[in-house]
Structures are given as C-alpha cells and as structure tokens.
T-cell receptor
Framework: EVQILESGGRSLQPGGSLRLSCVAS????????FSWVRQAPGKGLEWVSG????????YYAESVKGRFTMSRDNSKSVLYLHMNSLRAEDTALYYC?????????????????WGQGTLVSVFS | QSVVSQPPSASGTPGQRVTMSCSGS????????VYWYQQVPGTAPKLLIF???QRPSGVPDRFSGSKSGTSASLAISGLRSDDEADYYC???????????FGGGTRLTVL
C-alpha cells in the first residue's frame, strides 16, 4: 500500500525559513516523480514544485521560484521542500503528491497518490 | 488568478447528469492532456481522470472526461450524494513549464 506522510509545518513570521519533509513507502521510491502542491485556507489547489525520480529535473511555480528548493534523498525515500523568505501568502496546507512515472513533465504531470498535508502559517 | 478557469459552482439532483467545464489556452489544455481531481472538503485530492479521458482503477464509469480545443469537460452521470465535492482540472503548461490547476468547481447535490 502506498503511504505518503508530510511533516515540518508550523507557524512562523514573514521572512523566515522552513524545511518540509515527505516520507513515502509501499513502492520503489526512485521510480516516481513527485510534486508539492499547496492549498491556502478556503482556496483552490496550487502546484508549487515537481521533480523527476532522480531529482535531476526540477520545476517551480513562478510564485516560489528563487525562494523554494525541492530536493529528494532516494536512499531514504524522502522528499524535501526548503522554503526561504516566507510571505503571508505562502500560508497553506502543503501536500506531497506522487506522479505515476519517472519523469515530471508534459508526459506525466498527474498525481495519483497524495499525503494528508502539513500546515504552514506565516504571520507577523 | 489561475490561467485555467472553472465555474465556481455547479449543482444537480440525484440521478441527473452534470457537466463542468475547464477553460485554458493553447499552451496548456489544447497542447496537453487534462487531469481531473475530486476533493471532498477536509480530505486530500483524489485523481479522477488522467490523460483527458482515462479513469484510474476504482473510479466508476459514471465519470468521464473530454476535450475540445482549449476547453475540457468532466461529466458525471447518475449523480449521487457522495459526489458532492470540489472538482479541479489540471494540465501541464508549456509556457510556464509546470502544472496549472483550475480554480475548482464546487458541486452541490440538491
């Protein structure tokens, strides 16, 4: 059974930094691309970042480019989202979502398994 | 404001067929596959349709997807009370090199 568990979310002030983690199990981790997708309170889904199975190719939404960095450690089946220069508008529930294939691009942008999310709250 | 737009709400009665639309552009919907997600409030999204019109195993054939040009549609037939949820379309955007989600449609079963 595929299981995905995010952690690391908390409350912090604008300008701060945070690292989210996502642990996955139940499949061969390095065979799958992953994304971070966020949802602000009462709002819709927003894709944040996606990476291939090897981590060699990573993409970012314009809203976080230059501030967020996505990485993965395939030896530990863990994904990370390093978040810097946080803003109030980054407040959201952050989901870790698996893609069904190795590549994350126009051939394979689907998300077939999701975690339950970890909450990041940025306020002064 | 998302580059892909969806009507904020839709409704239907049990047993009815409802459709919801998703409007984008050449760089996303027209040139790429469309994906649909169902999200019951308070829970994680669930993949409902992939590659425009394919259903993952376990998704009933009451759900169907289609596309024409820069617009896509999700149809639900035999509407049930537990179909009440938020529905999001998504696609790869060639200009942005990333995924774009529509703003979501909240479906109410009357």
């Amino acid at each position: 059974e595929v299981q995905i568990l995010e952690s690391g979310g908390r409350s912090l002030q604008p300008g701060g930094s945070l690292r989210l983690s996502c642990v996955a199990s139940g499949f061969t981790f390095q065979n799958n691309a992953f994304s971070w997708v966020r949802q602000a309170p009462g709002k819709g889904l927003e894709w944040v970042s996606g990476t291939s199975g090897s981590g060699a190719d990573t993409y970012y939404a314009e809203s976080v480019k230059g501030r967020f960095t996505m990485s993965r450690d395939n030896s530990k089946s863990v994904l990370y989202l390093h978040m810097n220069s946080l803003r109030a508008e980054d407040t959201a529930l952050y989901y870790c979502a698996r893609s069904p294939g190795f590549y994350f691009d126009n051939r394979n942008p689907a998300h077939d398994h999701w975690g339950q999310g970890t909450l990041v709250s940025v306020f002064s | 404001q998302s580059v892909v737009s969806q009507p904020p709400s839709a409704s239907g009665t049990p047993g009815q067929r409802v459709t919801m639309s998703c409007s984008g552009s050449r760089s996303n919907i027209e040139n790429n596959f469309v994906y649909w997600y169902q999200q019951v409030p308070g829970t994680a999204p669930k993949l409902l349709i992939f590659k425009t019109n394919q259903r993952p195993s376990g998704v009933p054939d009451r759900f169907s997807g289609s596309k024409s040009g820069t617009s896509a549609s999700l149809a639900i037939s035999g509407l049930r009370s537990d179909d009440e949820a938020d529905y999001y379309c998504a696609a790869w955007d060639d200009s942005l090199s990333g995924v774009v989600f529509g703003g979501g449609t909240r479906l109410t079963v009357l």
